[in-house]
């Protein structure tokens, strides 16, 4: 390391009052390419506003649901809940996710409709999707192919399967159990409509 390494990250600056100081930058620049003061730097991720919303999609929109219900104050719409995910192994042990009309997408980050941020070994990008097709009112599971591995009742999946009650998904260090609302017996298409 240069004998001048430490200075050459200095810069000078003046504050609103027109003093000056002395700052460190967290980086130099060596040869045309950004280095570090410090050999133990660990780069921090950039937090997207977007992050924050469960209901933001890419397009910059909310998601919308292929069917809404209003509420008992006859005033807000709500996603009808279709089914649940319960996780039985791994570090959300015990938390359940639920589960709305049409593709549920599951990874580590919270723009999607199934966050499972506890587990690291989850891709930020989704690994799998869920899909309830309330006309056929069957679910289905597909992989997304891109990051993660994903399991249904302990084999690999590469497309999309049949969904059944009580199957298991894996992904990463997290095992899923999932539990249908909708079904032969009840869909929310057949309520009636409220007023």
């Known amino acids: 390391m240069p004998k001048d390494y430490e200075e050459f990250g200095k810069r000078e600056y003046q504050d609103f009052g027109g003093e000056s100081f002395i700052a460190s930058a967290p980086y130099t620049e060596d040869y045309g390419k950004t280095q570090p003061l410090v050999d133990d730097y660990a780069p921090?991720?950039?937090?997207?506003?977007?992050?924050?919303?469960?209901?933001?999609?890419?397009?910059?929109?909310?998601?919308?649901?292929?069917?809404?219900?209003?509420?008992?104050?006859?005033?807000?719409?709500?996603?009808?809940?279709?089914?649940?995910?319960?996780?039985?192994?791994?570090?959300?042990?015990?938390?359940?996710?639920?589960?709305?009309?049409?593709?549920?997408?599951?990874?580590?980050?919270?723009?999607?409709?199934?966050?499972?941020?506890?587990?690291?070994?989850?891709?930020?990008?989704?690994?799998?999707?869920i899909a309830y097709d309330p006309r056929n009112r069957a679910f289905r599971v597909g992989s997304k192919g891109e990051s993660n591995l994903v399991y249904h009742n302990g084999h690999a999946i590469y497309e999309s399967e049949t969904l059944l009650p009580y199957d298991r998904l894996r992904v990463g260090g997290t095992e899923l159990l999932f539990v249908p609302f909708c079904n032969e017996h009840f869909n929310w298409e057949d309520t009636p409509a409220s007023e």
């Not at 791994?90 to 506890?118: A, S, T």
């Open 44 to 129: 921090t991720m950039p937090v997207d506003a977007s992050d924050m919303d469960p209901d933001f999609d890419d397009d910059g929109g909310k998601t919308q649901r292929d069917v809404s219900i209003k509420s008992s104050d006859g005033q807000t719409t709500i996603d009808p809940v279709v089914g649940w995910l319960v996780c039985v192994e791994g570090k959300p042990k015990g938390k359940d996710y639920r589960l709305y009309i049409g593709f549920n997408h599951i990874g580590r980050n919270l723009r999607l409709q199934v966050p499972i941020m506890e587990d690291e070994k989850i891709s930020r990008e989704p690994s799998m999707w």
